[in-house]
């Protein structure tokens, strides 16, 4: 379970948002197959060591995206390196990576990275107004963009991010359908345990977040796709 | 032959340049391990066309190196991919790419097409400018890129290129020590076989172009690389 690829539903913790120790705890017992702590805003070392340590309590494995260098830590399970693929400033291609190897690259074991195509879809969102992403693609786009990740960057997982809202199924079908070798992650505005299932029927991976904050009884009831797959 | 790790000399022709029949001959015939075309500025359909009809004279592997859609054409043995790290410019990481992808996705066979992680090093070069790259890498810039490439990216190739100008063996040597899982290709300026055994210390391969133009013996003289390897 420290392997993405094994990894069927996440629930992904903002460390910029307040969560009381009994929610952390449900969240952490309740059978998902690992937490990931990564947000956009106000994501410092404060912050991300507390709710690390605190998340350290439980067995679930647990992953940091990367979004700031300051922020990253070790202790992690799993590191994971987000290329904005549709972002139009090459600091969030690649150019963070270079600065983050700069800084750590001769003491990091570069087994517990996996870099991660990462597609940004909300226009509202924070994470795409930080990485000026074009999220105007089309159908066709999502497909060259799916094929790109599956036959030349080869990464080993496609992250759709639709931050903060439910996305389009279409566009999600459309990208597993370019990327067949690739482990296809879905996030974003998943609310109840119908639009997880809605999702999951074309992502191998599916992100619970914001829900946790807001109704953490529909949050839990997600976990039950691992049941019903297959 | 038809696989870049299999190189250790190439040669590099210009569609641009004018080349006459008995140099071509000499070149193609003279042991290289593969012909390369590419050019930055006047790549057209046409001159590709004809330059890569002319090559298939002979038996030497063929190679394309992708710099615009228009001249993108079936018949080579292997299509390389370049996509420019230290480019300021999104389009010159994947932004040709998913164009290519958009246009010739659906007829293109993935397995002859190889990721090349391109680092552009001559601030005069027609490709710098082009791409706006960042020339002025450090070493610790240097070593981080190839981090990148063989530890994150995974590449099957690195190609760092001085275009036109003989280039820092310090700083071939210093991303060779970063990358070692992944294929080096050094290419710019190299005039005779003393400067090609130089970057073959560290290069597994070396390319040779501009100076075929102007000393075709000289040129030819590199390929003796390969009799004195290990």
């Not at 913790?13 to 805003?41: H, R």
């Not at 795409?128 to 999502?142: G, V």
Request: glycine letters at 6%.
């Amino acid at each position: 379970m420290y392997e993405v690829k094994d990894w069927e539903h996440v629930f992904k913790l903002d460390p910029a948002n307040e969560i009381d120790d009994s929610t952390l705890q449900q969240v952490c017992e309740s059978g998902t197959d690992a937490i990931i702590i990564g947000g956009t805003d106000n994501v410092t070392l404060d912050n991300v060591l507390d709710l690390m340590s605190r998340v350290r309590r439980y067995t679930v494995p647990c992953a940091l995206e990367i979004s700031n260098l300051e922020s990253v830590i070790p202790g992690f399970d799993r590191y994971l390196v987000p290329a904005v693929l549709n972002s139009s400033n090459v600091t969030f291609h690649n150019g963070l990576l270079i600065e983050a190897l700069k800084q750590y690259g001769h003491m990091i074991d570069f087994e517990e990275f996996t870099m991660e195509g990462y597609i940004v879809m909300n226009p509202d969102s924070k994470v795409a107004k930080l990485t000026a992403a074009d999220t105007t693609l089309s159908e066709d786009d999502m497909y060259a963009y799916g094929q790109m990740v599956n036959h030349f960057y080869k990464f080993p997982v496609c992250y759709l991010e639709y931050s903060g809202t439910y996305g389009d199924v279409t566009m999600l079908k459309t990208l597993k359908a370019a990327c067949p070798d690739t482990r296809l992650i879905y996030g974003g505005g998943i609310e109840n345990l119908s639009q997880a299932l809605e999702m999951k029927q074309y992502a191998d991976t599916i992100v619970v977040g914001n829900v946790i904050y807001k109704d953490l009884k529909r949050a839990l009831e997600t976990v039950k796709i691992k049941a019903q797959k297959g």
